[in-house]
C-alpha cells in the first residue's frame, strides 16, 4: 500500500464496502458521541467521514486529535446505515473505521477556523493565508481560476496561436503606470524594470515574423489597490497578430472570453451580440467607459429644455461655454421618497445634490412633481419626459455643470438607481466594446498635452491626423467591458517610426528621447514592420466575475493587501547593509 493513501478522501463509496484503505488529510471536524468518535476527514478532492470506537486499538491517539490536525488513518470501509446516508457528499453512502493512526502534522490553535462559514478580518485572512486557502470556498476559486487559465490556453491553440514567453527583467517604459524598477548589481547606478506589461516584446516578435503570438503573462504595476485591481502583480492573456485591423481583433478574441464564460458562468446567460460604442457615447450614455448594459438606463443629454427656463441654476449654468444637462431615466422610480434618497446620494459623493422629476396621478391625469416641474413648467417637462420616454410612476434625475466634472457620479447614480429599482438584470454577462479612445489628454493644471491610452496605438487617420489639434485624435484603441468591469484593453499597434516620433512629439518626447527610451523598437520598425495589433485580457478580472466576487483577492492565491504588503511572507522588508553594498544603493531615510 501506498506510504499515505490508497484512495482521495472523494473517491470511496459502497463498491468499496470490506475494503482495507488508507487515507491522508486534515481533521475537518471532530464529534464525540460518548465513546464514539467521528471525523470527517478532508483533502484537496472532498470529505470522507471516519470513526472509531474504544474496540480499536487508534482510540487513544484519535482522542488527541483536533481540527486542521493531518494525519493519516489504515481502515476498514463499511456501509452507513439508510437513514444516515449523506447525499450531499459523494463518499455519503460509507464511512471508514479506523484501524491505524499517524498524525503527519499537529496543529497549533488556529488564528481562524477552517470549518464552517465565519468572516474574519482580511488582514487575518491575509497573514495565515495558507489556512483560509483550505477552506471550501477559496479552494473552489482558485481551482476555477486553474481551469480558466487551462480553457483559455486550450482555446488560443484551437485557434491557430503559439504561446512564446518574453522577458520579466528589462527596461523601463511608460505605460500609464509606475514601474517596479530593479537596480543592477553588474551595472551600478543603472535599473532594470518588471514589465507592466509584455508591449513592445509581442510587437518585437510580430516584427520578428511570428504571426500569432500569446502568453499567460504576469504583469507588475505599482499602483494605488483598488477592489477589482492587485497593487504590484497581475496574469493576463496577452495576444498580438500581424496583418489585422480592428475589427479582426474582435473576431477572434470574441469566442475565446464567449466559451471561457460559456464554460465557467454557472448557467449565467451570455451575451452573443457585442455592441461597439465609441468612447465619447459611453462617457455620454453610461458615465464611464466600462458601462455595465445589464442596467437598460442610458442618460440623454436635455440642455435644450432648461436654456431660458425658470430654473435658473442650470439656465445660467448653459450660458457658460462646454457645459450641459444630463438626465438620467429613472423608470418605477416615481416617489418622492426614492427621488430625495438619491438627491441624498448625489449630496454623499461631494455634489449639491440631483434636481429630479416624477410623474404621478393627478386630477386631470398624469402630473409631473417635484422642484424642477415647478420651476421649467408644463411644455417644457413634457418635452423631457417624452424625449426619456418615460411615463406615471417614473422619474427622471439631472445633473449639470462641465460633463468631466459629473460624469463619474452619474454613472455611479445610474448604477445605483439601476440596482435600486430593479432593473439590472442579474444572471447575464453583458459585453461591449468601447471604441475610439482619444489619443491625448490635456493635464487641466499644466495644460500639457500627453497621451491618455497606450502610446504604441496608430491613430486613424495615420500622419495627416496629426498635424490638427491632438484632442480631436482618435486611436485605435478599444477596451472590452462586461458588468461594469474593463476585461480587454488593446489597439492596432503603430508600426511606422515616421508616425511613431509625430505622436510622441505631441505628448512632449522629442526624438532622440523616444529612440533612447524605444530604441529596440523603432530600430526594429525600420526593418519591415508588418501591420499588426492585439490585446490582453485580465485573467483575475475574468474568474473574479465568474466566481462571483466583488474583490480581486478573493480570486489570487497570495495576494497583497490595500497598502501592498505581503503580511504572510513580510514583504516589502529592509534590505541588508551588504545587499545594499553589492547593489552600490543607500537608503536615505524620510523626514
Given at each position: 500500500m501506498h506510504a499515505f493513501r490508497s484512495h482521495t478522501c472523494a473517491e470511496l463509496t459502497k463498491t468499496n464496502v470490506?475494503?482495507?484503505?488508507?487515507?491522508?488529510?486534515?481533521?475537518?471536524?471532530?464529534?464525540?458521541?460518548?465513546?464514539?468518535?467521528?471525523?470527517?476527514?478532508?483533502?484537496?478532492?472532498?470529505?470522507?467521514?471516519?470513526?472509531?470506537?474504544?474496540?480499536?486499538?487508534?482510540?487513544?491517539?484519535l482522542e488527541k486529535v483536533r481540527s486542521e490536525w493531518c494525519i493519516r488513518i489504515d481502515g476498514e470501509v463499511k456501509a452507513r446505515h439508510p437513514d444516515l446516508i449523506n447525499p450531499k457528499l459523494p463518499t455519503g453512502e460509507i464511512e471508514v473505521y479506523v484501524r491505524e493512526l499517524e498524525v503527519l502534522g499537529a496543529a497549533e490553535e488556529l488564528p481562524l477556523m477552517v470549518f464552517g462559514d465565519q468572516e474574519y478580518p482580511e488582514e487575518t485572512r491575509l497573514r495565515y493565508r495558507y489556512l483560509d486557502l483550505r477552506r471550501e470556498a477559496m479552494q473552489t476559486n482558485m481551482k476555477l481560476r486553474s481551469d480558466v487559465v487551462a480553457s483559455i490556453r486550450r482555446r488560443m491553440w484551437d485557434i491557430g496561436f503559439r504561446e512564446y514567453q518574453t522577458p520579466i527583467i528589462t527596461a523601463s517604459s511608460p505605460e500609464g503606470a509606475r514601474?517596479?524598477?530593479?537596480?543592477s548589481r553588474l551595472h551600478p547606478g543603472k535599473f532594470y524594470a518588471l514589465p507592466q506589461a509584455p508591449q513592445q516584446f509581442k510587437q518585437l516578435i510580430m516584427v520578428s515574423g511570428f504571426d500569432k503570438y500569446f502568453q499567460i503573462a504576469p504583469c507588475f504595476r505599482d499602483e494605488d489597490p483598488r477592489a477589482d485591481r492587485s497593487p504590484t502583480d497581475f496574469y493576463q492573456l496577452d495576444m498580438e497578430m500581424s496583418f489585422v485591423e480592428q475589427q479582426d481583433v474582435f473576431d477572434t478574441i470574441q469566442p475565446v472570453i464567449e466559451g471561457v464564460f460559456e464554460e465557467f458562468g454557472g448557467g449565467h446567460k451570455v451575451d452573443r451580440h457585442w455592441p461597439q460604442i465609441s468612447y465619447r457615447d459611453a462617457a455620454k450614455w453610461y458615465g464611464t467607459d466600462k458601462p455595465d448594459l445589464r442596467n437598460p438606463i442610458k442618460m440623454q443629454d436635455v440642455s435644450q429644455h432648461f436654456r431660458g427656463s425658470g430654473f435658473a441654476i442650470f439656465a445660467k449654468l448653459l450660458e457658460q461655454e462646454g457645459t450641459e444637462v444630463r438626465a438620467i431615466p429613472a423608470p418605477g422610480g416615481g416617489s418622492r421618497k426614492f427621488c430625495d434618497r438619491m438627491n441624498k446620494f448625489a449630496q454623499e459623493q461631494g455634489l449639491p445634490g440631483m434636481g429630479y422629476i416624477f410623474w404621478r396621478d393627478g386630477e386631470d391625469g398624469m402630473e409631473a412633481a417635484g422642484p424642477l416641474a415647478k420651476n421649467i413648467g408644463p411644455e417644457r417637462t413634457e418635452a423631457i419626459r417624452q424625449q426619456l420616454g418615460l411615463g406615471k410612476g417614473d422619474a427622471a434625475f439631472f445633473l449639470g455643470g462641465k460633463p468631466q466634472a459629473f460624469e463619474a457620479v452619474a454613472g455611479r447614480a445610474r448604477n445605483v438607481i439601476g440596482e435600486e429599482l430593479n432593473l439590472t438584470e442579474k444572471n447575464r454577462f453583458a459585453f461591449c466594446w468601447v471604441v475610439d479612445f482619444p489619443m491625448y489628454e490635456k493635464?487641466?493644471?499644466?495644460?500639457?498635452?500627453?497621451?491618455?491610452?497606450?502610446?504604441?496605438?496608430?491613430?486613424?487617420?495615420?500622419?495627416?491626423?496629426?498635424?490638427?489639434?491632438?484632442?480631436?485624435?482618435?486611436?485605435?484603441?478599444?477596451?472590452?467591458?462586461?458588468?461594469?468591469?474593463?476585461?480587454?484593453?488593446?489597439?492596432?499597434?503603430?508600426?511606422?517610426?515616421?508616425?511613431?516620433?509625430?505622436?510622441?512629439?505631441?505628448?512632449?518626447?522629442?526624438?532622440?528621447?523616444?529612440?533612447?527610451?524605444?530604441?529596440?523598437?523603432?530600430?526594429?520598425?525600420?526593418?519591415?514592420?508588418?501591420?499588426?495589433?492585439?490585446?490582453?485580457?485580465?485573467?483575475?478580472?475574468?474568474?473574479?466575475?465568474?466566481?462571483d466576487k466583488a474583490n480581486i483577492r478573493e480570486v489570487i492565491m497570495f495576494p497583497m493587501n490595500q497598502r501592498a504588503e505581503d503580511l504572510m511572507m513580510g514583504a516589502p522588508s529592509l534590505p541588508t547593509n551588504e545587499q545594499l553594498r553589492e547593489l552600490s544603493l543607500r537608503v536615505v531615510e524620510q523626514e
Open positions: 470490506g475494503d482495507t484503505v488508507r487515507l491522508s488529510g486534515w481533521v475537518h471536524r471532530v464529534r464525540d458521541h460518548g465513546g464514539v468518535l467521528f471525523i470527517d476527514l478532508r483533502d484537496h478532492y472532498g470529505v470522507t467521514q471516519v470513526l472509531c470506537d474504544s474496540d480499536s486499538a487508534a482510540f487513544s491517539e514601474d517596479f524598477l530593479v537596480p493635464d487641466d493644471e499644466t495644460g500639457a498635452i500627453d497621451f491618455s491610452h497606450n502610446p504604441f496605438s496608430m491613430p486613424q487617420g495615420g500622419i495627416e491626423a496629426l498635424a490638427g489639434d491632438p484632442l480631436e485624435v482618435l486611436g485605435y484603441q478599444y477596451d472590452l467591458a462586461c458588468n461594469g468591469y474593463e476585461l480587454i484593453s488593446g489597439a492596432i499597434r503603430n508600426h511606422r517610426p515616421d508616425i511613431m516620433f509625430k505622436a510622441f512629439e505631441l505628448a512632449g518626447y522629442p526624438p532622440e528621447e523616444v529612440t533612447k527610451r524605444f530604441g529596440g523598437m523603432v530600430n526594429a520598425f525600420k526593418f519591415g514592420a508588418p501591420p499588426h495589433g492585439g490585446c490582453a485580457a485580465g485573467i483575475d478580472r475574468i474568474v473574479m466575475l465568474l466566481a
